[in-house]
Antibody, heavy 119, light 109 residues
Framework: EVQLVESGGLVVQPGGSLRLSCATSGFTFDDYAMHWVRQAPGQGLEWICLISWDGRSRYYADSVRGRFTISRDNRKKSLYLQMNSLRVEDTGFYYC?????????????WGQGTTVIVS | QAVVTQEPSLTVSPGGTVTLTCGFSTGAVTSSHYPYWFQQKPGQAPTTLIYDTRKKHSWTPARFSGSLLGVKAALTLSGAQPEDEADYYCLLSYSGDKVFGTGTKVTVL
């Protein structure tokens, strides 16, 4: 069974930093691209970034480019999101999601998410 | 920045059929945008229903189907069940980036 478990969500002050992690199991991690998606309270889904299977290709939404960095450790089967210069509007639920291919097509399996509060 | 638009809300009767659409501010939605559809119920993570316009996962109920309808992507629910009441989001690929739609709240009533 494919499982994704996010962790690292906290309450942080504006301007602060936070690192989210996503531990995975049940699939060959380095065969797939991975995503981070967030959802502000009561709002819709927002795609924020994508990393290819080998980490060589990374894409970011305009809202986080230059502040957030996506990375992965294929040996540890884990995905990360380094968030710097946090803003109040970064508050929300953060999901990691597995892609259906290695280079980035779209999500098939999602984690349960972790909460980030910037206040 | 590109905007993906969906109907804010739709209502369908139990057993009825409803079609949700997904439009793109840059122009027509095509198969090259690899449309995806997701379902999200309150307090839960999203689940993926449709990928690459019309492909289904093993867990996707047969009553859901994806297509292109004119200049938009579409998700059709045929034979709505009470458990289908949820928020639905589309996702389009655009120059390497991904953009979610604004979401549609579907009520089964």
């Amino acid at each position: 069974e494919v499982q994704l478990v996010e962790s690292g969500g906290l309450v942080v002050q504006p301007g602060g930093s936070l690192r989210l992690s996503c531990a995975t199991s049940g699939f060959t991690f380095d065969d797939y691209a991975m995503h981070w998606v967030r959802q502000a309270p009561g709002q819709g889904l927002e795609w924020i970034c994508l990393i290819s299977w080998d980490g060589r290709s990374r894409y970011y939404a305009d809202s986080v480019r230059g502040r957030f960095t996506i990375s992965r450790d294929n040996r540890k089967k884990s995905l990360y999101l380094q968030m710097n210069s946090l803003r109040v509007e970064d508050t929300g639920f953060y999901y990691c999601a597995k892609d259906i291919v290695s280079t980035g097509d779209g999500m098939d399996v999602w984690g349960q998410g972790t909460t980030v509060i910037v206040s | 920045q590109a905007v993906v638009t969906q109907e804010p809300s739709l209502t369908v009767s139990p057993g009825g059929t409803v079609t949700l659409t997904c439009g793109f501010s840059t122009g027509a939605v095509t198969s090259s945008h690899y449309p995806y559809w997701f379902q999200q119920k309150p307090g839960q993570a999203p689940t993926t229903l449709i990928y690459d316009t019309r492909k289904k996962h093993s867990w996707t109920p047969a009553r859901f189907s994806g297509s292109l309808l004119g200049v938009k992507a579409a998700l059709t629910l045929s034979g709505a069940q009470p458990e289908d009441e949820a928020d639905y989001y589309c996702l389009l690929s655009y120059s390497g980036d991904k953009v979610f739609g604004t979401g549609t709240k579907v009520t089964v009533l």
